[in-house]
T-cell receptor, first 114, second 113 residues
Framework: EAGVAQSPRYKIIEKRQSVAFWCNPI?????LYWYQQILGQGPKLLIQ????????DSQLPKDRFSAERLKGVDSTLKIQPAKLEDSAVYLC????????????FGPGTRLLVL | DQQVKQNSPSLSVQEGRISILNCDYT??????FLWYKKYPAEGPTFLIS?????DKNEDGRFTVFLNKSAKHLSLHIVPSQPGDSAVYFC????????????FGTGTRLTIIP
């Protein structure tokens, strides 16, 4: 079974630029999560999708971050404009649905904002 | 406000001995706890979990203990093996479906051969 795929793996941008990350969850997984992991901290949930609907985006900085999962499969997370403090690893995770405790994580995208 | 705390950033243990990783939490609404293991350049992988109705859960070399009154849990690895060297994250959820996880800051475990 293929795991959660993310691209790019690394990205370096200057502040005020825009950036987008892509995630392809495990086939058949209805729930998709985006996390932000700042160096030295644990992952922090940004947004949770159930199929193509948003379940929880309470911790997403909506003035600059946006995410979509239009067809209920792939998802993109965008930052526009980026700030220095957005430097982090962005992790995507998925699971089968609300009754599945285990979240499967992708390798992450490491973002550096200069 | 750090609701899940792992106060030891790093831990070194001799191969074959017991590794004990600790985690404290402050939110009394947390009902379900998980441990994730993370190797460099990879995403975290689920290791073991425990519900608040239990005080112990075992899976092979891994055992998680929960002390609800102290708001403390620990992960025991016996015996420790070189492949156990990784960063371990404690996570908590206010529901048994574990949809919204709050992670600790992680403990880097190094197993010395």
């Amino acid at each position: 079974e293929a795991g959660v795929a993310q691209s790019p793996r690394y990205k370096i941008i200057e502040k005020r630029q825009s950036v987008a990350f892509w995630c392809n969850p495990i086939s058949g997984h209805a729930t998709l999560y985006w996390y932000q992991q700042i160096l030295g901290q644990g992952p922090k949930l940004l947004i949770q999708f159930q199929n193509n609907g948003v379940v929880d985006d309470s911790q997403l900085p909506k003035d600059r971050f946006s995410a979509e999962r239009l067809k209920g499969v792939d998802s993109t997370l965008k930052i526009q404009p980026a700030k220095l403090e957005d430097s982090a690893v962005y992790l995507c995770a998925s699971n089968l649905g609300p009754e599945q405790e285990t979240q499967y994580f992708g390798p992450g995208t490491r973002l550096l904002v200069l | 406000d750090q609701q899940v705390k792992q106060n030891s950033p790093s831990l070194s243990v001799q191969e074959g001995r017991i590794s004990i990783l600790n985690c404290d939490y402050t939110n009394s609404m947390f009902d379900y706890f998980l441990w994730y293991k993370k190797y460099p350049a990879e995403g975290p992988t689920f290791l073991i979990s425990i519900s608040s109705i239990k005080d112990k859960n075992e899976d092979g070399r891994f055992t998680v203990f929960l002390n609800k009154s102290a708001k403390h849990l620990s992960l025991h690895i016996v015996p420790s093996q070189p492949g156990d060297s990784a960063v371990y994250f404690c996570a908590a959820s206010a529901d048994v479906r574990a949809e919204k996880l709050t992670f600790g800051t992680g403990t880097r475990l190094t197993i010395i051969p």
